[in-house]
């Protein structure tokens, strides 16, 4: 385990780089954007990297990821190729709005930096938003995020460059998903900290589809934080897929904050990744909120996955679903963290909260906190969670019919998984992801084997 | 507001007004060393008992561990403060002479056991239970010694033991708990002064329930008492444990260690009534209760089984645990934890699965009234080894009031593929049906709460012995009934 002295001297180094080389960077940029910087530097200087002492982080060693010594990308990368040429997205049939951020930074082929969509709603790059929208973005941007205790979101708040920028404006509806691609590509190893700011207003209506893929095989570091605002009556759809390489660590920290009535799903599958820690913070606000949060990992090799899910019911009468599950193989490792929070005086409200894994190596290790923190009587929580193998009745219901021992575990796997893949209400992702899954359960698609950056022997030879 | 609503209010201030019944003081000359916590006190507590060299050591050893140690901060409760320098760590009831029988024990010390209803008198033989009262942190009296002793069973005081059988306690003190374990084991291993210690010899299943009765008496101190359970190839026992103490404003302190050893398909039945003065209706006195209870099942298909209903403390910091060694070997943890006015417990189960086919179950009922904080927090971890072990754990909560909080924290760690873990919680509330149809059929609203809170927690009091059985459901009664808001 870390000691405290070496995050002193991580965090140092992060005040010396925001103190030195970004310095340039703030002085760039309007008051409001000077504040957040200063005041994240000096809340990340006090609060520090978690690490294994931290309950919510006891499963996995932040501060140890952060001792490598990566590049921290500070300017965008610049690429010579046509980036299309070299990533295609593995749907094609899915129609999107494509977003592309390149090691943390907007990428527009057209230099187009932020466009006006048909249905009013503005999309691109959150340093153009700064220039162009600074009442809208200085009204949101951190305000969500401020409130946590988190030493990633400071740090990430710190230094605040880039991102992807989302107005939808009262009653609008985002007439095609919108689909933000995150690359890691670098011949070094970099960190990017890219930054998320997504506003839906009254009414308004739209479905985002995140997608973590890195294309070269160094060592990449992520830290990011995206923040989504829904105001009266939104409704919002959010698919993350994270699909990087085994020697990427990936940190996300997502931010939801609710107003009355407002629909917020979210669901984050993690279907490759060296290391990944999601953090999820969602704030029920007001009445009549409905917030459903969704995982499903599949980890095999030394993959880890980590979940930590915090839901705040405020105010009375909101809902909120949890439901995680993985399936983990080889020496793979998973854990589950969620905490739903009732307020005092948050009556009726109703949480539901569950993770599910399922081990197929005596490897593979789970740890699992499904955790309730009550102060309100009149509600209806629960909360369950589950690890073990494929039910032996079942398989044999299944043999007993003239399935094959092979061929029924499949079924009943596939069936475990797909229960959080059929929540996905874009059509052709939900066809896509319900394909990878079935291969990749099937073992013939692990994607390792068809994939040229060969990691793994890039990572034994470091 | 409604007649209705009115009632309950009215219940509810009864209720929370209801006394607490074990709050006298017993008048009894006290043998106290000063207040203050150093080596110096260590050293006085072990002479004072005169206790060999070996426990002497033991105690510094623990007591360097424990300056090294800090008070733990990771448990849902709030808690001021402890300066443990004004505690007394030692207090007697002093001892004349030695005690031949029952007429000679001073009168006052029988009538407080009167009161408290513990059957040191002889007349009371009929219901049974060998008793080890200890009051003040010193056993006082054991009963039935010389029934037992015939049988082979040891069933005397801490320091009787230390005495007689010093290698039993040489073998046995720390293994399950080592003083390193945690701040509250090391500073009750420095400074304890006295508990009860029971050996049940091979094959021997004991006739009657063993039984602990714990009291804090004089002002100002701290008990520290430590029990010491082996149960040896296929015995078996039960073992009772009550506490009460007087009501005082100021907060006392109880740090007490249990440790069983349970070897090749023995068995041992832990049950506990805790019922420490739980402070005024303002949160104002009350005792902190951290204890540190652990068994293992060493031997294979061996068993513990922890029931306890915590009614009591200002604070209850406490996790019953079992080490599942053996191959084949059960844990069961059976709690209901009841809270009201300003108390606060954080209490749950540890079971750590190392043997294959080990199974546990842990049931956890929780009931929060008041402004009181009831907190479940609970580990399952099974080791690679434990091929196909189980665990089924439900932890329940019941609010009644909505200035109260129910909090679940289960920890679970997974480490083969043949094991299965379920974890269960749910929070609720009486509801307003239950009540109506019970109110429907004639019976009040007051005995209707008790009803549908004896029937919530039946599951776990079906575990107790009969004897502590009737005992608790009034316990609840007296700590609960009526308190729906």
Redesign the interface.
Known sequence: MIIKEEIKNIVSEFEALHSGQFASVVAATPAFLKNIYNQSIAKFKSIGLPNRKN?NYKYLDIANLFTKNYEKAITPTQVKVDINDIFKCDVPELDTNAIIILNGFYFSPDGNKINTLPSGAVVGSLSQAIIDYPELVEKYLNKSAEKSDEGLVALNSAFIQDGVFIYVPKDAKLEKPLQIIHLMMESKSIMAQHRNLFVFEEGSEGKVVICDHSLSPSEFLTNSVSEIFAAENAKIEVVRMQNEHNSSKQLTNTFIDQQKDSDVIINTLTLHGGTVRNNLFVNLNDEGCQNRAYGLNLTDRNQQVDNYVYINHAKPNCHSTQLYKGVLDDEAKGAFSGRIFVA??A?KTEAFQNNN?M???????????????????????????????LDEDALFYMKARGIGDKEARMLLMFAFAHEIISKISVEPLFERVNNLVEKRLRGEMSRCNNCMMACDTNQKNN | MSNKEKDQEQILRDVTQTDYKYGFVTDIENDMIPKGLSEETVRLISAKKNEPEWMLEFRLKAYQQFLKMEMPK?A?LNIPEIDLQEVIYYSAPKEKKEVKSLDEVDPELLATFEKLGISLDEQKRLSGIAVDAVIDSVSVKTTFKETLGEMGIIFCSFSEAIKDHPDLIKKYLGAVVPPSDNYFAALNSAVFSDGSFCYIPKGVRCPMELSTYFRINAANTGQFERTLIVADDESYVSYLEGCTAPQRDENQLHAAIVEIIVEKEAEVKYSTVQNWYPGDKNGVGGIYNFVTKRGICRGESSKISWTQVETGSAVTWKYPSCILKGDNSVGEFYSVAVTNNHQQADTGSKMIHIGKNSKSTIISKGISAGFSQNSYRGLVKVL?GA?ESRNYSQCD?L???????????????????????????????ISEDQIFYCNQRGIKTEDAIGLIVNGYAKEVLNKLPMEFAVEAQKLLQVSLEGSV?
């Open positions: 309950e005092p005086d009556q894994t081990l197929l190596t005596d490897d593979a290790q789970m740890r699992s906190k499904p955790q309730l923190e009550i102060y309100a009587d009149d509600v209806k929580c629960s909360h369950g969670s589950t690890s073990g193998q | 990771w849902h690679k091929k909560s609010l009644l009031g909505d200035k109260c909080g129910a909090h679940t924290f289960p920890y679970l760690e997974v480490d083969n593929r043949s094991a299965i873990v379920e974890h269960e919680a749910t929070t609720s509330k808001g």
